[in-house]
């Protein structure tokens, strides 16, 4: 107990002290507040703007989510089609990695060209840049299947399908799980990087636009308050994510079941 | 199950030329130092890999189900409980009913597992992950059950205990087991025969038949008949290693 409540209080501490030492900084050295605003000043700007960007935080989050469950669904499949067949993996593996180390930046205006529907454009951007951990990794994971167990399904007459859905697939959940949660935040990075290239894509306008017309504006503890929220989104969703792996896992998995003492 | 003949040489001549006749029914333990092949061949008598030259004949009942395996590791399932991983081989074959689960029960019930049917196997200890193993291959009842050094990686005590777990199972339904090990003492306790193997390209050097008395117990490893018998099998350990050198 003791040790969980250091776990918390210790972190606080430091966040406390820095954001003090922030704000006792910029008034002794009398910073203007459109360089460095204090984090009184951040505090202020978020509750008066607030509202409004709350309103873009969702819809940032919807374009983050939904690429984030395309990234699941796509990548497991992918990776599921590619574990059935060696000829397929080997041809098409490259592609997804070139796909991955291409930066988005370079490509999203390509696909804003292409795709029409803003939301569509956003969510493909975000997707390029989530699906890849996921594929990468429950590829690796349906591969990992124990050999002996392996030579047990065969010695009982299981079939491929059999061997896939009831040793394959459970064992490549902890890798899956593994890199969605890599996905998770890549999906908001995708999200933020598009939003960047797009511009405002017509009546909605996500955070990542307030914050650079935050910046225009010099409405620089806006532009904080946005990336504020940002961060607290990544935080959230990496939260989450852990902790959908850790009930799917716990009963099982080294990384979910307690330490021995 | 009858004649069981094989000769092969594999690419690095793990095994060459086996010649192996299993009665039914019998104990038989397969010894031998590290790497003379001992695994391939129970690999090749449980199909999973195939003879390079010879054959494999089993006389029994080839469907699925008949021949256990029991590996070193205990190899379950860890996202499973006991009872599902005991139930493994009824899963892979399309049916689980009243009566695979009560069969599963008994299984349990056999290696001393009750009040754990739940548990995942994280939870137990290493002996009892391999009582598991063990139940596994039974629950099927088959008339064939392969061991790999299934105690090899077990403590002293643990080992024993299942040594005589392993008897009593054995005695109930008789099947007829091969018994893959490297340890004289344990050969010696649990076979009705012993064949000695040299290492690279594996053969079979030896081929000793244990009479001691049935049942076997805590005082047979005491009595001179398993002193003898344990002398004659360590001297035909070292000849069979001696030819290598």
């Not at chain 1, 594929?135 to 079939?159: P, Q």
């Not at chain 2, 199950?1 to 092969?8: A, D, P």
């Not at chain 2, 193993?133 to 024993?160: K, Q």
Request: aromatic fraction near 8%; charge should be positive.
């Amino acid at each position: 107990m003791n040790r969980r409540l250091e776990r918390i209080a210790a972190p606080l501490g430091v966040g406390f002290l820095f954001l003090a030492l922030w704000q006792a900084a910029t008034h002794l050295f009398g910073v203007p507040v459109y360089i460095l605003p204090a984090p009184s000043d951040i505090a202020q700007s978020l509750w008066t703007d607030g509202p409004s960007l709350m309103g873009s935080l969702l819809v940032t989050l919807r374009i983050t989510l939904a690429a984030l469950a395309a990234a699941a669904l796509g990548g497991g499949s992918i990776a599921l089609v590619f574990s059935l067949s060696r000829v397929i993996e080997i041809s098409f593996f490259p592609y997804a990695v070139i796909l991955q180390v291409t930066p988005i930046v370079a490509i999203a205006p390509l696909i804003i060209i292409w795709v029409h529907t803003p939301f569509l454009a956003l969510l493909t951007c975000a997707w390029i840049v989530a699906f890849f951990p996921i594929v990468s990794n429950t590829t690796v994971g349906l591969n990992s299947a124990d050999r002996n167990l392996l030579a047990l399904f065969r010695l009982y007459g299981a079939s491929r399908w059999q061997a896939l859905w009831l040793l394959r697939v459970p064992t490549a959940l902890p890798y899956f799980l593994a890199g969605l949660r890599i996905s998770g935040g890549l999906a908001l990075i995708g999200a933020v990087v598009a939003e960047f290239v797009a511009g405002t894509g017509g009546a909605e306008t996500g955070l990542a636009y307030r914050i650079l017309e935050a910046g225009y504006r010099l409405a620089i503890p806006r532009l904080f308050a946005a990336l504020f929220l940002l961060s607290v989104t990544g935080i959230v969703i990496y939260l989450v994510l852990d902790f959908i792996s850790r009930r799917l896992l716990r009963n099982w998995h080294e990384s979910a079941t307690p330490e021995e003492e | 199950m009858n004649g069981v003949t094989k000769r092969f040489a594999t690419g690095v001549a793990a095994l060459a030329g086996v010649d192996l006749s299993v009665a039914r029914g019998e104990f038989l333990s397969l010894l031998g130092p590290s790497g003379c092949g001992k695994s391939t061949l129970l690999r090749i008598i449980a199909g999973l890999i195939p003879a390079s030259a010879g054959a494999c004949r089993l006389s029994l009942d080839h469907a699925p189900g008949r021949i256990g395996f029991v590996f070193q590791d205990p190899t379950l399932m860890p996202w499973s409980t006991v009872t599902g991983n005991i139930l493994l081989p009824f899963r892979i074959a399309g049916h689980i009913g009243a009566v695979q689960r009560e069969r599963a029960a008994a299984a349990v019930r056999a290696v001393g597992l009750s009040g754990f049917e739940h548990a995942y196997p994280y939870q137990l200890s290493g002996g009892m992950r391999m009582r598991v193993s063990i139940a596994r291959a039974l629950v099927t009842e088959p008339d064939l059950l392969l061991l790999d050094e299934p105690f090899a990686a077990l403590d002293e005590i643990t080992r024993l205990a299942l040594n005589d777990d392993l008897l009593r199972l054995w005695a109930e339904r008789r099947p007829t087991i091969i018994f893959v090990t490297h340890s004289v003492f344990e050969s010696a306790y649990l076979s009705t025969r012993i064949a000695v193997m040299t290492a690279r390209p594996g053969r079979i050097s030896a081929d000793l038949a244990v009479d001691l008395s049935q049942p076997r117990d805590r005082a047979t490893r005491t009595s001179p008949e398993y002193a003898a018998i344990c002398e004659r099998v360590s001297a035909a350990l070292a000849q069979a290693m001696g030819t290598t050198r």
